[in-house]
């Protein structure tokens, strides 16, 4: 779906998960700073408006006679992923065409570094291998790797709704009075032009698909929609006359008129475990074409595709604990009698008897939930066809909505081995970079640290600790903070009520705790008639009581007439202040970063402890007037009048003395007004502060949440372009390769873009615009152009633009020029230098010298230099070409014997058929060999 893309600075924000301590005696691998081992970096681009960013990598071997370093890592390589990657001993620094590449490490004095382009939505992993002189074997990095999850910005920019699309519009408790998808957008009550007017933008649709025939728990008059009996088709309860063709037809029409309004779609998917009967629908050796009978159940077609059960038939419930048999959760089952009930391996909460256990091979959490490690996954090729299976079930959904579906729910994530969602979701990004995945793991702990490592959104349990500690400030922020401890920056689903969380009992409480997750990075969540005043045990027809608590009765038919007709005086000013709260975060980017500092009261009056008050910003240390701020309040008693003055002359924002600031109240109708009568100076407000006063009554705007853009009152610094340059650089442009053209604006601030001008041969002048790159003192933008042909001449230059403001980049009136290569090649890279013997050299030997140059044809001329006398002279020989190796040219010379004691000192150069020179010469130091 195309998205309407904000004017924004993306921001990359990383954290370490877990602080390991490391003696620096080991390998240690650090990752923009931070120590690499265990930890979790995640990024947000709009890829499809070519953003980018930076992952920074460096490595200390700590070992003597380091011959080459190399990252190994699946960066950008989301298209090539793979269940039967290659060995990795057979990939080599400079082949891109793996789902695991190499790439050689810069040598710093035994730092290793590199910086790596962030450029494909994905799920990630960063390690280092190395070779030491004198072993052809790689060492690796011995600690676990670091994670880099890359997200589109639409998984940041979520505000989730949940629905379950037989009962949000239902007038009854009966198939007749149900809703379906036909009538989700037919103008009545619950529609998407309701939606978008309550400030949401995406929907979670909980399971439509046909549900399982009701054996043992899975009772009701529907059952439970999360007892799939076919994940391929609409439920024939969702279709106009029980027939699932026209449910299918109904689902596509409401998925299109929801992408036509710009409202995504996400809905639940469940791959722990299928209903008892789940028909197996497409062909298991080939998903992308039909069974042969797809009808048939899967536990009879495959029934090795789920774990081994030898108990007696019955499901244990509570019943079930301690881990003993007849759960063989560690192997698959021999036939469909073998299997049973899920989730197989725990053993501390029972299982869901209307569904039985998919076997996803072992892996290291398996029956252990809490492990830490999460690399090990044995896959039988049986399970790599389970895989395969579940992975088209993205591309197919995508294919039946044209493109539109934005996202998926994935019930009980934590049941599946981190490898295989790794790879799910890498080929389902490949399809549509845009999508977003967020996992179910209520655990926490271990349990979402896992998840985070692959998924853009966490549902975690949030919600349990905000009804258990989130009373006062002080509370709010420690739960908000052990996130980021637990989980650094990963995206947190950030709601109270779910279908499986009752409401709590207090509407205004759940409201303003909303409010706070609005306040903060992550995606606010609501449940079906939250804005309409649901409370715990009202608002619905019928409720369950399950885990000790009341929640809608999913299994059956119902409705929320009760909420919609809800006679409640303050309903409407509910439905308003949830409207004011999500508009609110989305008229500016600062609430949805992480970028946060949270303020207390002026004149050391410290926390107020009922009102939340933060910070939000773009960039660190820098001028209000050249960044976007946002000042988060949220009322955490609406109805009760609370008042404070806030200190905001913090370290994260630069208030210039001599400007003049203003806000406006983002959570208004009318967030284009400035509050203050006269706008304020930056010395007064850093002494002063802001003074906040919430109103005592609900029923009044502004009661339950403000969030005050704070902006410079006639701008800030006058625009600036420059820094323009262009890679390949002069010289080393190839015929049908892209040219990078890469410019820098200052002051850092909203509202920028940059155009790229050129002309090819004299022609008629282009126009392309550049994308946002990234931030430091300067926004950097960076575009591709071309190809081109040989010898065609390039002329460009740049244009800058802040509204009506338009600065150039001219190179001094004449232009940038750059002219295509007459079709050589360049040589990628160099390296693999050693000389035979490598140890032992005796007078009586042959001294051979080896290297290696990627890609093959690129070198044309090898030459080695060598001194007798450490360097006050020197000699040259040509080396020839002795073949290939893998996938890279192999050259070599003979330089003969030497006598007793000789000291060889030699370095490498070759040239390509550009005419570049690429040196080896161990990083400055020179290679050595000794005679004995």
Sequence with gaps: MKKNRLLISTMMVFAVILSALSAMAAPYLQVNGGNGEYATFHYYIDESEGQADIVNIEFWPNEGNVETVELWSNLNKRDFATLYPPDASTVVAGDPNNYYCAYTMNNDNGRYWINMPIEKCGAYRVSVRYKVYGDPNWHWYTGRDTAVVVSDTAARDMIIYEVQANAVDATGNDYNSRSTFDSMHDGYRFNLDYVKALGVNTIWLMPFHPIGSKVDGNYGDVGSPYSIKNMWKVGEHLGSDWNRDDAMHDFQQFVAEAESKGVSIMFDTIFNHTAKDAEIERDPENPYQLAANPGDQIRNVKPNWYSKYTGNGSCFWNDDKGGSPPYEYWAPADNAWQVGPAPADRHDFGKWCDTIDLFWGNYSALGNPQNEDDG???????????????????????????????????????????AAWEYMINKAK??????VFMAESLDGGAVSRRAGRHFDIINDNWV????????????????????????????????????????????????????????????????????????????????????????????????MEALWNNPAPDKDALWARYAEINHGRMRAFGPRLANQYYLDQVNAYGTHNKIFSVMKYSDFGWDAADQEVVLCFVNLEPGVGHAGTFHIGVPAVYLSPDKHYNVKNLASSNPDAYLWPEARSGSDLAQNGVYIQFPGSVY???SVAQFLKLEAVGGGQELWVGNTGNWPWSGELDPGEQLWIDAETWPVRNGQSAVVKYSVNGGAWQSVDAGWFYNDNNSHWHVPIGPFAANDEIEYYIEAHEGSTVKYDTNGGANFKMTVNNGGFPVQWIGGTYNWPWNTINPTDDVWVNIETYPVG????????YSLDDGASWNSKSMSLAGQNGNNDWWNVNLGTFSSGAHIRYAIFVEDGIGGVHWDSAGGADFHAYVN
């Design 464 to 559: 349990w600790d905000v009804l258990e500690a989130g009373n006062t400030t002080p509370g709010l922020r420690s739960i908000i903070d052990q996130r980021r401890t637990d989980y650094g920056y990963a995206g947190l689903m950030r709601g109270l009520i779910n279908h499986d969380q009752s409401a709590p009992a207090d509407k205004w409480y759940t409201c303003s705790r909303y409010a706070v997750g609005c306040a903060v990075d992550g995606a606010p969540q609501m449940f079906m008639g939250q804005e309409l005043g649901y409370v715990d045990g009202w608002g619905f027809s019928k409720f369950r009581f399950e885990f000790n608590r009341y929640t809608p009765d999913i299994r059956n038919y119902y409705n």
């Design 858 to 865: 690129a070198a044309t001329q090898a030459t080695l230099i």
């Design 430 to 435: 490949s399809q549509k970079p845009e999508l």
């Design 376 to 418: 090990m996954w044995g896959a039988s090729d049986e399970v790599k066809k389970l895989t395969a299976y579940f992975t088209y079930f993205f591309q197919y959904w995508l294919e039946q909505t044209g493109w539109a579906i934005d996202g998926f729910r994935c019930d009980f994530a934590q049941g599946l081995p981190p």
């Design 700 to 702: 009044q705007e502004g």
